[in-house]
């Protein structure tokens, strides 16, 4: 079976820190991935997806960047963190006609 | 952006009731739709997910489209303490694009 894992799961960082929140699928290949942010009071933002190893979609200009170095593995990343940058990360892969499945998700806190 | 709306509650039900989600979107080539469940600090989880118009039932759970009135929702029979969460309406509008409501919370009373 699938599964998708996320680390760390919670992550306090100071403004201008930077990020690296990583994301690994198992049990498929060559997965659809996607970064999604839900902030506080807000539905969930896709920041990024990915259709294979290098290729990255931005959805919203922002001061994060993403990566797929590897076919199950998906980096979000960012070099100076800012206050805004605050909220819950996840992680999910796409199941054709099944939706998409969400890893366990970090919450990151900017102070 | 497309949009998704939903009534962020809180809907509170007595258990044992039926609790109804409602759920609009504006992209009329929007092609699936999804109910996702999520408990607090916790990542959504998918509970149902449906393509055609009319209804899709599984287990206490059933799942109503309406296209023509960019219309979706979902019932919850014979609710139980725990299924109280936030039901997170989610609309995909091509391979890639799927977009969440802010969510409805749920409490389902003793």
């Given at each position: 079976?699938?599964?998708i894992h996320q680390w760390p799961a919670t992550l306090v960082q100071p403004v201008g820190s930077p990020l690296s929140l990583e994301c690994t699928v198992e049990g498929t290949s060559n997965p659809n991935l996607y970064w999604y942010r839900q902030a506080a009071g807000r539905g969930l933002q896709l920041l990024f997806y990915s259709v294979g190893i290098g290729q990255i979609s931005s959805e919203v200009p922002q001061n994060l960047s993403a990566s797929r170095?590897?076919?199950r593995q998906f980096i979000l990343s960012s070099k100076k963190l800012l206050l805004s940058d605050s909220g819950f990360y996840l992680c999910a892969w796409r199941k054709a006609n099944y939706g998409y499945t969400f890893g366990s998700g970090t919450r990151l806190t900017v102070v | 952006q497309k949009e998704v709306e939903q009534n962020s509650g809180p809907l509170s039900v007595p258990e044992g009731a039926i609790a109804s989600l409602n759920c609009t979107y504006s992209d009329r080539g929007s092609q699936s739709f999804f109910w996702y469940r999520q408990y607090s600090g916790k990542s959504p989880e998918?509970?149902?997910?449906?393509?055609s118009n009319g209804d899709k039932e599984d287990g206490r759970f059933t799942a109503q489209?309406?296209?023509a009135s960019q219309y979706v929702s979902l019932l919850i029979r014979d609710s139980q303490p725990s299924d109280s969460a936030t039901y997170l309406c989610a609309v995909?509008?091509?391979?890639?694009?799927?977009?969440?409501g802010t969510g409805t919370r749920l409490t389902v009373i003793p």
């Open positions: 079976s699938q599964t170095p590897q076919d | 998918l509970i149902m997910f449906i393509y489209l309406n296209k995909q509008t091509g391979a890639n694009n799927l977009f969440f």
